[in-house]
Nanobody, 124 residues
Framework: QVQLVESGGGLVQAGGSLRLSCAAS????????MGWYRQAPGKQRELVAA???????NYADSVKGRFTISRDNAKNTVYLQMNSLKPEDTAVYYC??????????????????WGQGTQVTVSS
């Protein structure tokens, strides 16, 4: 079994910063790409940023220059540093991973394993 547990969300004023963390735990075999998605009320879930196991990154145009994704492979953890936050960044932020694990002697692989989400609210 594997868990992705997000933390670091909260309420912040516009222009402020937050740092999200997502730690993967369990009998992990390997983690390839990891990423952050967000979903605002009434909107579809969208990619915010992603990072490969080698450190290559990809960002949504709306967050380029403000958000930075990073990961610590030794800790199976991905981070999202969010600066210059805007009210339109308000959403539930979800961690996502392409992850393989071993359970009960069997190998499992899921391209889109999700965390439970953490709320980010930016007030104007």
């Amino acid at each position: 079994q594997v868990q992705l547990v997000e933390s670091g969300g909260g309420l912040v004023q516009a222009g402020g910063s937050l740092r999200l963390s997502c730690a993967a735990s369990g009998s992990i075999f390997s983690i390839n790409a990891m990423g952050w998605y967000r979903q605002a009320p009434g909107k579809q879930r969208e990619l915010v940023a992603a990072i490969t196991s080698g450190g290559s990154t990809n960002y949504a145009d709306s967050v380029k220059g403000r958000f930075t994704i990073s990961r610590d492979n030794a800790k199976n953890t991905v981070y999202l540093q969010m600066n210059s936050l805007k009210p339109e960044d308000t959403a539930v932020y979800y961690c996502n991973a392409d992850i393989a694990w071993v359970y009960g002697g069997s190998y499992y692989h899921q391209y889109d394993y999700w965390g439970q989400g953490t709320q980010v609210t930016v007030s104007s």
